[in-house]
């Protein structure tokens, strides 16, 4: 079982639909989500950053986290064609030597068409 | 300046070659990565540099050979590469002053897309 699991899609939605992305993970110790966004042969931005559990808001991005259930969703409202991308969850521990080593997910395809 | 640059953004190398990657950020992080893409799969770490120190390497072979000259820059040595090394190179830095936390909000280049005949 791998320590994070991401649904690799694809995902196709018209735009303006609301996306839901999630990632489920098997470590208690992940302290530290991240969701990070890839366009097509580029590389991956920084979304959203969220410590423990709770949720973040960022315009029309929400992130959420349920530690409980070791569940953490990406939420867009509004799709624009312009968030067609490859989004990757990513989390890691506190463990201070681990140097930043984050565990991806597989990465979630999304295409919002017009 | 919140950009990490790498150079060059694309290299076609034979088996037999020696060629260099270099990365290059000034938002005075002290935490360097090396990661490898396949496509449609997550990035796959390589090498941590912390303060200038190799801090992690994930059991990389040694056709690979990491260099930090300095805070600023990242060097990837390449030598005698297969095929299968054939990926995009991406580089990251994060801030990783401040605690464990400070390692987290990794900025990533826009990579260098290898090819390995």
């Known amino acids: 079982q791998k320590e994070v699991e991401q649904d690799p899609g694809p995902l196709s939605v018209p735009e303006g639909a609301i996306v839901s992305l999630n990632c489920t993970y098997s470590?208690?110790?992940?302290?530290?989500f991240m969701w990070y966004r890839q366009y097509s042969r580029k590389g991956p931005e920084l979304l959203m950053y969220?410590?423990?559990?709770g949720n973040k808001e960022d315009g029309r991005f929400t992130a959420q986290v349920d530690k409980s259930s070791k569940y953490i969703s990406l939420f867009i409202r509004d799709s624009q064609p312009s968030d067609s991308a490859t989004y990757l969850c990513?989390?890691?521990?506190?463990?201070?030597?681990?140097?930043?080593?984050?565990?991806f997910g597989q990465g979630t395809e999304l295409s919002v068409k017009p | 300046d919140t950009e990490v640059t790498q150079t060059p953004k694309h290299l076609v190398m034979g088996m037999t070659n020696k060629k260099s990657l270099k990365c290059e950020q000034h938002?005075?992080?002290?935490?360097m990565y090396w990661y490898k893409q396949k496509a449609k799969k997550p990035p796959e770490l390589m090498f941590v540099?912390?303060?200038?120190?190799?801090?992690i390497n994930e059991s990389v072979p040694s056709r690979f050979s990491p260099e930090c000259p300095n805070s600023s820059l990242l060097n990837l040595h390449l030598h005698a590469l297969q095929p299968e090394d054939s990926a995009l190179y991406l580089c990251?830095?994060?801030?990783?002053?401040?605690?464990?936390?400070?390692?987290?909000?990794?900025?990533f280049g826009p990579g260098t897309r290898l090819t390995v005949l």
């Open positions: 990251a830095s994060s801030d990783g002053r401040l605690g464990s936390g400070s390692y987290n909000e990794q900025f």
């Open positions: 470590n208690s110790a992940f302290q530290y």
């Open positions: 969220t410590y423990s559990s």
């Open positions: 990513a989390m890691r521990g506190m463990i201070y030597n681990q140097g930043g080593k984050l565990i």
């Open positions: 938002m005075g992080h002290r935490a």
């Open positions: 540099y912390s303060y200038e120190k190799l801090s």
